[in-house]
């Protein structure tokens, strides 16, 4: 079994910066893709962040130039750097990790972007 735990949301102003870190732990021997997604009060998740394991990434257009998605293959963990945040980035943040064959997702961090 694998768990993933995020860390590193919390109530920042606009314009403000936030590191969001997910770690990894249980049964792996690696990790393939890896991913944050959000999700605001009664909307869909979206996907925000991917990063392939030979490190190709993708951003979602409203975050792209803002946030950088990076990963650390040794400790199994994926980060997110979110800078000049903005009101409509308040949601909760989720980690994806794909492992062997199956999809896994974090229990989400609280970002509330409000002055």
């Known amino acids: 079994q694998v768990q993933l735990v995020e860390s590193g949301g919390g109530l920042v102003q606009p314009g403000g910066s936030l590191r969001l870190s997910c770690a990894a732990s249980?049964?792996?021997?690696?990790?393939?893709?890896m991913a944050w997604y959000r999700q605001a009060s009664g909307k869909q998740r979206d996907l925000v962040a991917i990063?392939?394991?030979?490190?190709?990434?993708n951003y979602a257009k409203s975050v792209k130039g803002r946030c950088t998605i990076s990963r650390d293959n040794a400790k199994n963990m994926v980060y997110l750097q979110m800078n000049n945040l903005k009101p409509e980035d308040t949601a909760v943040y989720y980690c994806?990790?794909?492992?062997?064959?199956?999809?896994?997702w974090g229990q989400g961090t609280q970002v509330t972007v409000s002055s």
């Open positions: 994806n990790m794909y492992v062997r064959t199956t999809w896994y």
């Open positions: 249980g049964s792996i021997s690696s990790v393939g893709t």
């Open positions: 990063i392939t394991s030979l490190g190709t990434t």
